[in-house]
């Protein structure tokens, strides 16, 4: 007989991994951003059976099949809703919700701002390849204007949606956004977002490599990349470029790219507080078009975060409350309800 006491060993990220053929385009951004959730998830220290990855409908919403979970493929735009109820049910529970720009913020878009103001405390990692993919190529809520699609042959018309903009906008307690090609930033990203108690919004950018290939090209291939991508860190002067020698200074309100070449110093620079609503309120709409001239580079990284009542306790704490002042319900008697007829 096995001795229970002893510890089991620690898990690793093959523990995590199933059976199952990963079925994504060979190249798919997806890959790399499984592989990080897996090699996350032993850290977290929570055991197999108490995560639950919940997914809608797409290309990313394969994910419950391939972790080692308990996970729920869901319907399309719904997986938000679904998460929503079993944290209300089972608030002990670990629950990541797997979505697309698509899923998320198009049919489901409703369900995403009221997940986020509700403050579940849950993790959605939004897939963002500004494409509808699984569907084969039309334009998608994310998608730049006159983008050339099967379903806009001639160009959108639509003005796109900045996910973290509405994130801020429906009172997130945490925001930040990543990449697939970055692997330890990503690592970095899901972590925090797992630690922050409350509903933790994280937009990555993943490349759909058969329907937008290179979408995000210059945020992450190494000729640009430096140039174009300012990492927010916590308590540190936003600088960046392929010599660090830019940073961003506050106008007033406005941010302004400076050179520390040309009579500019770090002490002149934005210092990043992800605590501060205002500041993280400019920082989201850092979302030029970087073929603009003079445009600001894209910000990556935690953009807000701050500390909420989360939905599930307040309900909790509501039930307890009304018990202690009323006594256990009676089910039968409520569906009996006060009008009774006898038939004879």
Not at 117 to 128: C, K, Q, S
Not at 273 to 289: C, E, G, P, S
Not at 294 to 312: K, N, S
Request: charged share 20%; hydrophobic share 35%.
């Amino acid at each position: 007989m096995a001795d229970i006491s002893t510890p089991l060993p620690p898990l690793t990220a093959k523990d995590f991994a199933t059976d199952q053929e990963v079925r994504w385009c060979p190249g798919c951004g997806d890959y790399s951003i499984l592989a990080q959730v897996q090699k996350v998830m032993p850290s977290i220290g929570v055991p197999r059976e108490n995560i639950v990855i919940i997914s809608g409908i797409g290309c990313s919403s394969r994910f419950p099949y391939y972790m080692n979970t308990y996970g729920m493929h869901s319907i399309h735009g719904r997986a938000t809703a679904v998460a929503s109820g079993l944290k209300a049910a089972r608030p002990d529970l670990s629950v990541w919700i797997v979505t697309g720009d698509g899923d998320g913020l198009s049919i489901g878009g409703n369900h995403t701002i009221h997940l986020l103001r509700r403050n579940f405390d849950v993790n959605i990692l939004l897939f963002n390849n500004q494409i509808y993919g699984l569907t084969k190529g039309q334009y998608s809520p994310t998608s730049e204007e006159q983008k050339i699609t099967k379903s806009t042959p001639f160009g959108s018309i639509d003005h796109p949606f900045n996910p973290l903009a509405l994130a801020m906008g429906a009172d997130a307690t945490f925001i930040a956004r990543s990449m697939d090609r970055d692997p330890k930033h990503l690592q970095e990203m899901l972590t925090r977002a797992n630690a922050h108690k409350g509903s933790s919004f994280l937009e990555i950018y993943q490349n759909c490599n058969i329907f937008n290939d290179g979408a995000f090209e210059i945020f992450t291939e190494k000729a640009t990349k430096p140039e174009e991508v300012l990492f927010l860190q916590q308590g540190q002067p936003l600088v960046f470029g392929a010599a660090q020698n830019k940073g961003i200074k506050l106008d007033g309100f406005k941010p302004v790219v400076v050179n520390l070449d040309e009579g500019h110093s770090i002490d002149d620079l934005w210092v990043h507080d992800d605590h501060d609503f205002y500041k993280a309120q400019i920082l989201v709409r850092m979302f030029d078009n970087p073929s603009r001239d003079g445009h600001l580079p894209r910000p990556f990284g935690v953009f807000y975060e701050t500390e909420r009542a989360c939905y599930e306790d307040g309900l909790r704490l509501q039930i307890e409350d009304v018990i202690a002042k009323k006594g256990k319900g009676d089910l039968d008697k409520l569906l009996r309800g006060n009008e009774v007829w006898e038939i004879h």
